[in-house]
């Protein structure tokens, strides 16, 4: 079959083991029903997920216009302690930012190469902790507002990491470290006014991935460099596709990246 479409995240649902579908505007594709097979992708041209223009992706799926002008990737979405929102100042669009900013978030702790500390949006439960390859993660506060997340995980990081090491995460190498256990350490570090957002008897979700076989090196691919390429489907996991000679693609890098995909 072939399918031609905008590259964009892969939608995921919970399940056992995790689902992957690939939007095709019009119709998707179950990636999951694709382990095994061999896999063609070829580079067509750009789409900035933004304005749809032909023009090179800079960053997210969007053209360097885009990106330096939408209020979609602020300095607050990488640095939540950046929020500005709850104070009624504009970073690119107040509205835009009050609707995102001002709802209930997550501060979470995620294993994947180790344990990490994070912050989403409630409504981005568990897809946050999927998309980063977490092979378990659990909630430990939900704060009002995007800022006071922020506040708490700045505290948390000077102690755990808030970072993963892909190429790991895909090596299916995870930490034997225990959540709850760090997750008591962690709420020490935090002040009154913080910690009155504690999750208490917080559960912890396990998360399985679609992989038939982890790869003992990695290698990305990267669209920027290669016309296309091929290969037989060993995995998904994270945002990434797995093949079976330890080469990687990941796919919501390569938002705004128009390809044809042959199977």
Known sequence: MYYEAVLKR??????????????MKDDFIILNNLLGKKLTVEF?????????????????????KCYFES?????????????????????????YEQA???????????????????????????YRWIDQGADAAMPILETPNR???????????????DKTSWQK????????????????????????????YWIDEADIVNIHY?????????????????SGFEGVLSGIKGQYLIFDDGRVFNVRNHSGYVVGLKF
């Not at 892969?10 to 939007?23: A, G």
């Not at 997750?183 to 009155?196: G, N, Q």
Request: charged content about 30%.
């Open 210 to 226: 679609p992989v038939l076989k982890y790869p003992e090196k990695i290698k990305s691919l990267n669209l920027k460099k290669l």
């Open 147 to 161: 800022f006071l997340a922020g506040q708490a995980e700045v505290i948390i990081k000077q102690y755990i990491t």
């Open 100 to 126: 995102v900013q001002l709802q209930p978030h997550i501060v979470y702790l995620a294993k994947t190469s180790d344990i990490k500390v994070g912050v989403t949006r409630k409504t981005q439960v568990p």
């Open 169 to 196: 995460m895909l090596k299916g190498m995870s930490t034997d470290k225990d959540l709850k256990q760090v997750s008591e350490e962690v709420k020490a570090y935090l002040p009154e006014d913080l910690s009155a």
């Open 71 to 95: 209020p979609q990737v602020g300095e607050w979405v990488m640095k939540p302690e950046l929020s500005k929102a709850h104070l009624g100042i504009e970073d690119r669009d107040l509205s």
């Open 44 to 64: 067509k041209r750009y789409e900035c997920l933004s304005c749809g223009e032909d023009l090179p992706i800079f960053s997210q799926g969007l053209c360097r």
């Open 10 to 23: 892969m939608t995921t649902e919970l399940s056992e083991p995790v689902r992957y579908y690939l939007d």
